[in-house]
């Protein structure tokens, strides 16, 4: 039904061998459970590569208060799967595990996405080249974007000169 491929986004994606029909599960993220302690320990560490210029994914998945799952170890082809910030797919936690489900009908060949949710404060570590129309700029999720568009605005606001 999937399949790994090189993507526009960011290295590899995921992407549909036939067509899907909304509302269809497609796969479950599997992966390591983890506590948030060592999510954090992995995220810091991930952070310092990319301070470093060197190329690292996180691959840690919220699933509850107290554990994420990671992905690089023991997980399948969902940890391919990209952002986006108009995304085809949705995660869904139930009873303990992660399913990612078509939003809406997705054609053959259209890469899998889905809403990574990441929380505002990442926003500045995480850049998004989802290259949708109404792409944010960075990964973070839906509910908190408005959020990105006050940084920008204060941003611009000191970038122009007193009194205008
Ligand atoms: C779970 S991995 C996805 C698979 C990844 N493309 C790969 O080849 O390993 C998550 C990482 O992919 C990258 N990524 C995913 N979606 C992205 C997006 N919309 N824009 C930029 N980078 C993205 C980020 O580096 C993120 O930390
Ligand atoms: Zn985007």
């Known amino acids: 039904m999937i399949r790994r491929a090189r993507s ?6 995921v992407y549909a061998r036939v067509a899907i029909p909304a509302g269809y599960v497609i796969i479950k993220y599997r992966g390591e459970r983890i506590t948030k ?17 060197l190329e690292s994914c996180t691959m840690a998945f919220r699933l509850n208060q107290r554990y994420d799952i990671d992905g690089r170890r ?10 986006s910030c ?5 995660s869904e936690k139930r009873r303990g595990h992660i399913w990612i489900g078509a939003l809406r009908d997705i054609a ?4 899998i996405s889905f809403d ?21 700029g ?11 568009r ?11 000169p007193k009194g205008l």
């Open 37 to 53: 302690a060592e999510s954090a320990r992995r995220e810091a560490k991930r952070l310092e590569r990319l301070r470093r210029g």
């Open 138 to 148: 960075y990964i973070v999720e839906a509910s908190q974007r408005w959020r990105l």
């Open 8 to 13: 526009d986004i960011h290295g590899h994606g």
């Open 116 to 136: 990574y949710g990441f929380r505002f404060r990442h926003w500045a570590s995480n850049p998004c080249r989802c290259n949708a129309p109404e792409c944010a």
């Open 86 to 90: 108009a995304p085809n797919c949705r």
């Open 74 to 83: 023991g997980g399948n082809m969902s940890r391919f799967i990209n952002h």
């Open 150 to 160: 006050k940084v920008a605005k204060g941003a611009s606001d000191q970038a122009r």
């Open 108 to 111: 053959e060949g259209e890469e």
